[in-house]
């Protein structure tokens, strides 16, 4: 198969199902206010971003515009292109006198007397590109066709591209790397509303080349890949994945919250350092990590190989999804398609709901008179310290809190605060109420007022008290654990164990804690974190 390496699109020939078909390859992006004498080819397949509906564009012309006019913009005038963008085909043509005006599809053309060139427009019909080549990377049923092959074009996500930069790769599979990086942001179709893309090199030390939000127009994301310069260096993919993991698609960094993390590793050979660790990582983060290998070891080089499972071990989840195999940099662009399907195929997805950003914890918080001021205030930095591990927010996880006595009281609920600095900061601000211990009751309160919305494997209640109760506990906790509710039982001082035991959810030992000293509970964290998250990945 041919390959080309300049912003012009190819064209790729290809059997399909036994047939000879031509397939046109990535069109060229372009923004809504590209010109048709911008463009210098005679005929090319262009790709307009999501939104030109709403851009105040300049058209000249009907059926036939004057190279002035906007491509986009004459694409929805002429009805080729909707709100969502598209490719559509530019044929240049001579010059002509009298381009009349009109009023179509929310676009008003205007009339021009004459001018020195003119462009036309046909619709694009892409022949579906993920049935070339190697069909079983396409985890497609043996007898599909190419109608059972679908992707969505309303890919929204924050896509860390992870290349490699090493000495491995060298120079020139380095340039083929990134033109295949292009090809893919280009069949995204990036824009403001759309996927953003980012770059990260692995190296000797990974390094970012540019964020999410950096260049969110196609152009000027295209032109950043291509700026790109080699590293060199050991292909320490390792420490690049822990890197993107944990900086890359935090806020602060440009991240979306609500949308899918995905980050695309791609790796000449094998890497040079462990990829488990941080692959672990990733995933406990909600990063859904996709692994392509090109060019992968031969016989003889296995060898030197020091992990033979580090596809299996790097990727979301091992099931044949998530890693994807390139014979050579010098056929990728038939890849391009399948492995953009694969990305947009939101539900496909695992790693998107992780325990940090689905859980509801609930927590129980014992105000009786034992407990004293000074002490409950170290209860509300505990549990402060444990929301803390989890990304609180409108779409992620939620938090909400009940104080006991022999009353109940309800300090906030799991939707109250979708910000997570207000919801810590609520909860830190509880005041202490003092009385009796009524934890049963107590149990079954928070059930039925906090609880409210079923969410087996989702729903956890972590109970903090230090005494004896004088209801009984058993038969409310029974009850909450019925209707999907995880309980988490924390003693302090003079809390009976048979309580605390009878409370907890199954197995009582990893789900019961105590501590003599309130300023103990803090030594809980982790261990909690891990529980609930290792309860979560069990029932999900």
């Not at 036994?18 to 031509?22: A, L």
């Not at 509906?53 to 694409?75: D, E, L």
């Not at 080089?301 to 030197?304: G, I, P």
């Given at each position: 198969?041919?390959e080309?390496f300049?912003h012009?699109?190819?064209?790729?020939?290809c059997?399909?199902y036994?047939?000879?078909?031509?397939l046109?390859?990535?069109?060229?992006?372009?923004?809504?206010?590209?010109?048709?004498?911008d463009?210098?080819?005679?005929?090319?397949?262009?790709l307009?971003?999501?939104?030109c509906?709403?851009?105040?564009?300049?058209?000249?012309?009907?059926?036939?515009?004057?190279?002035?006019?906007?491509?986009?913009?004459?694409?929805v005038?002429?009805?080729f292109?909707g709100?969502?963008?598209?490719p559509?085909?530019?044929?240049?043509?001579?010059g002509?006198?009298?381009?009349?005006?009109?009023?179509?599809?929310?676009?008003?053309?205007?009339?021009l007397?004459?001018?020195?060139?003119?462009f036309?427009?046909t619709?694009?019909?892409?022949?579906?590109?993920?049935l070339?080549g190697?069909?079983?990377?396409?985890?497609?049923?043996?007898?599909?066709?190419?109608d059972?092959v679908?992707?969505s074009?309303?890919?929204q996500?924050d896509?860390a591209m992870?290349?490699?930069s090493?000495s491995n790769?060298?120079?020139?599979?380095?340039?083929?790397q990134?033109?295949?990086v292009?090809k893919?942001?280009?069949?995204?179709?990036?824009?403001?509303?759309?996927p953003?893309?980012?770059?990260?090199q692995?190296s000797d030390?990974?390094?970012?080349e540019?964020?999410?939000?950096?260049?969110?127009?196609?152009k000027?994301?295209l032109f950043?890949?291509?700026?790109?310069?080699?590293?060199?260096?050991?292909?320490?993919t390792?420490?690049?994945?822990?890197?993107?993991?944990?900086?890359?698609f935090?806020?602060?960094?440009?991240g979306?919250?609500g949308l899918?993390?995905?980050?695309?590793v791609?790796?000449?050979g094998?890497?040079?350092?462990d990829?488990?660790?941080?692959a672990?990582?990733?995933r406990?983060?909600?990063?859904?990590?996709?692994?392509?290998?090109?060019?992968?070891p031969?016989p003889e080089?296995?060898?030197?190989v020091?992990?033979?499972d580090?596809v299996?071990?790097?990727?979301c989840?091992?099931?044949?999804?998530?890693?994807?195999?390139v014979?050579?940099?010098?056929?990728?662009?038939k890849?391009?398609?399948p492995?953009t399907q694969?990305?947009?195929?939101?539900?496909?997805?695992?790693?998107?709901k992780?325990?940090?950003?689905?859980?509801?914890?609930?927590?129980?918080?014992?105000?009786?008179?034992?407990?004293?001021?000074?002490n409950?205030?170290?209860?509300?930095?505990?549990?402060?310290?444990t929301?803390?591990s989890f990304?609180?927010s409108?779409?992620?996880?939620?938090?909400g809190a009940?104080?006991?006595?022999?009353?109940?009281r309800l300090?906030?609920?799991?939707t109250?605060y979708?910000?997570?600095e207000?919801a810590?900061?609520?909860?830190r601000?509880?005041?202490?109420m003092?009385?009796?211990?009524?934890?049963g009751?107590a149990?079954?309160?928070t059930t039925?007022?906090?609880?409210?919305?079923?969410?087996?494997?989702?729903?956890?209640?972590?109970?903090?008290?230090d005494g004896?109760s004088?209801?009984h506990?058993?038969?409310?906790a029974?009850e909450?654990?019925k209707?999907?509710?995880?309980?988490?039982s924390v003693?302090?001082?003079?809390?009976p164990?048979?309580?605390?035991?009878?409370?907890s959810s199954e197995p009582?030992d990893?789900?019961?804690f105590?501590?003599?000293?309130?300023n103990?509970?803090n030594?809980?964290?982790?261990?909690?974190?891990?529980g609930i998250?290792?309860?979560?990945?069990?029932k999900?």
């Open positions: 198969m041919n080309c300049s012009t699109p190819c064209i790729c020939v059997c399909v036994g047939e000879v078909v031509v046109p390859a990535v069109p060229y992006p372009v923004t809504c206010v590209t010109r048709g004498a463009l210098m080819e005679d005929s090319v397949l262009v307009c971003p999501a939104g509906t709403q851009w105040r564009v300049s058209v000249f012309g009907t059926g036939i515009y004057a190279s002035i006019s906007s491509v986009c913009g004459a694409a005038h002429s009805g292109l709100p969502a963008g598209g559509v085909r530019v044929r240049r043509l001579q002509q006198h009298n381009y009349i005006s009109s009023f179509a599809h929310g676009i008003q053309s205007q009339a007397s004459q001018w020195t060139a003119s036309s427009l619709k694009s019909v892409n022949v579906p590109l993920e070339s190697d069909i079983s990377t396409t985890a497609l049923p043996a007898n599909a066709g190419p059972d679908t992707w074009a309303d890919c996500m896509i992870v290349i490699d090493s790769i060298g120079r020139r599979r380095f340039n083929l990134k033109n295949f292009a893919l942001a280009a069949m995204l179709r990036v824009g403001p509303t759309g953003h893309v980012g770059l990260i692995a030390s990974p390094r970012t540019f964020l999410l939000t950096n260049f969110t127009q196609p000027e994301l950043a890949i291509k700026e790109s310069a080699y590293l060199g260096g050991d292909s320490n390792g420490k690049a994945i822990l890197h993107t993991a944990e900086t890359f935090v806020p602060e960094q440009g979306r919250r899918p993390r995905v980050m695309v791609l790796m000449d094998w890497p040079s350092d990829l488990e660790q941080a672990k990582f990733a406990d983060s909600g990063v859904n990590v996709f692994l392509v290998s090109v060019a992968k031969a080089e296995l060898a030197m020091r992990d033979k580090f299996k071990k790097a990727v989840k091992d099931n044949g999804f998530f890693s994807y195999s014979s050579s940099w010098f056929s990728t662009t890849h391009v398609r492995l694969r990305l947009c195929s939101l539900d496909a997805l695992l790693c998107s992780t325990c940090y950003n689905s859980v509801n914890i609930g927590f129980l918080i014992d105000g009786s008179s034992s407990v004293g001021e000074g409950f205030r170290l209860v509300l930095d505990f549990l402060a310290g929301a803390s990304d609180v409108d779409v992620g996880a939620h938090i009940v104080q006991f006595t022999y009353d109940q300090e906030f609920g799991l109250d979708s910000d997570k207000e810590i900061n609520a909860l601000r509880i005041p202490y003092s009385g009796g211990t009524a934890t009751a149990i079954s309160f039925q007022r906090l609880f409210r919305r079923a969410s087996p494997g989702r729903n956890f209640l972590i109970v903090v008290t004896q004088y209801d506990v058993s038969p409310p029974l909450a654990q209707q999907g509710i995880t309980i988490y003693g302090v001082a003079w809390a164990m048979d309580d605390l035991r009878a409370m009582k990893s789900h019961t105590f501590t003599r000293e309130f103990g509970l030594n809980f964290i982790p261990l909690l974190v891990q998250c290792r309860d979560f990945a069990e999900n």
